[in-house]
């Protein structure tokens, strides 16, 4: 099949539906066919991304972000957005070795004209995301949308890594799990906006209600008021829901006035464009059998502590030429 770029990037920044997910395809394509076409694609597109708001949910598997971006979706919608969200797939989820499959997430955006809900495959590494992550939101962009959701999975690592794409951050966590504690240990501190806590109904409200004032206390213990705002919600009763998204949006014209989010995002092209030069490196030695086995040599040798690694990383690198 051939793809006529030009007319398909004319399409995506019409909005058509077919057109963007036809897009991310290609994208998220390993072809190498695609591959150039995809970068043909992404030049175009370029120019006409940037402009919206962009915020990762990030949290353990059942810790309710599907369900709350669900309805918080539905809140960005009736404030007159058009969302994009790329969703983690849950066949691909696992959660104590019991596949997640069988959920139906996010059913109402679906539906939602005003909504273009992906599930992008979770790698597993770095709570799913990927190079490819970025540039599908790009598509979304692109394609009119003005607020793109980024959910990944996992405390730690994840959030570290989302927050080279995103501009503000909820960590959704359940009160009791642990998450809590653990979370303010693995960086949290230093990267999440919001901190909400879910589940805050029915019996478990006064044990959100609780672990809610000890974080925010604990919060302005170590960083006199500086940290993350903490909240409690419930997703499934839409409570604290709508004000959750204007603390969303009061925070995003904060970092806007302020100059911190172009600053942001100039770190981030920073870390989007040396992530990109390692994979193309890594590309260019993978093409070339002579340095491949070049390169699994020296691994070995390396390995077993014969060679200095920065002598073999340098004696491969002058080999790609
Ligand atoms: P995810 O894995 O983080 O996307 O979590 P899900 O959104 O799939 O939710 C996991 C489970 O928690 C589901 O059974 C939901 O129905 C339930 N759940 C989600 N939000 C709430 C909530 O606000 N209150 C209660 N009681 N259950 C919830």
């Known amino acids: 099949v051939t793809v006529d770029v030009e007319a398909l990037a004319v399409a995506v920044k019409n909005g058509d539906r077919r057109s963007i997910a036809r897009a ?43 369900t709350l971006i669900d309805v918080l979706g539905r809140h960005v919608i009736a404030a007159g957005h058009k969302l994009g969200v790329l969703a983690i797939d849950p066949s691909s989820q696992l959660s104590g070795g019991s596949v997640l499959g069988d959920r139906t997430r996010m059913t ?3 539906r939602a004209k005003e909504a273009f809900v992906r599930p992008s495959p979770s790698s597993g590494a770095s709570g799913g995301l990927s190079l490819r992550t970025r540039e599908a939101l790009l598509v979304l962009e692109a394609g009119g949308h003005d607020v793109v959701i980024v959910e990944t999975v996992g405390t730690g690592q994840a959030e570290v890594a ?95 006035a302020s100059g911190e989010l172009e600053e942001r995002r100039r770190g981030q092209r920073r870390a989007w464009f040396l992530r990109a030069l390692q994979e193309a490196l890594a590309a260019r030695l993978a093409s070339s059998d002579s340095a491949r086995e070049r390169l699994d040599a020296l691994r070995e040798a390396v390995e077993a502590g014969e060679v200095l690694p920065r002598l073999a990383a340098r004696q491969l690198a002058d080999a790609v030429r």
Do not use: C
């Open 108 to 110: 109402e955006l679906s």
């Open 24 to 66: 991310i395809t290609l994208v998220e394509s390993t072809r190498a066919e695609d591959v150039a076409l995809a970068e043909a694609l992404l030049v175009l597109l370029y120019p006409h991304t940037g402009r919206g708001l962009r915020l990762g949910v990030s949290g353990v598997p059942g810790a309710g972000k599907s």
């Open 162 to 256: 989302v927050t080279e794409l995103v501009d503000v951050l909820v960590v959704v966590l359940l009160a009791g799990a642990g998450d809590d504690v653990q979370g303010v240990k693995r960086g949290l501190l230093e990267h999440a906006d919001v901190i909400a806590f879910n589940k805050a109904d029915g019996a478990n409200l006064p044990l959100v209600d609780a672990a809610r004032d000890e974080l925010t206390s604990l919060y302005a213990w170590m960083r006199r008021g500086e940290g993350p705002t903490v909240v409690a919600l419930s997703a499934r009763e839409d409570r604290g829901v709508l004000e959750l998204w204007q603390l969303i949006e009061k925070r995003f014209r904060a970092l806007s």
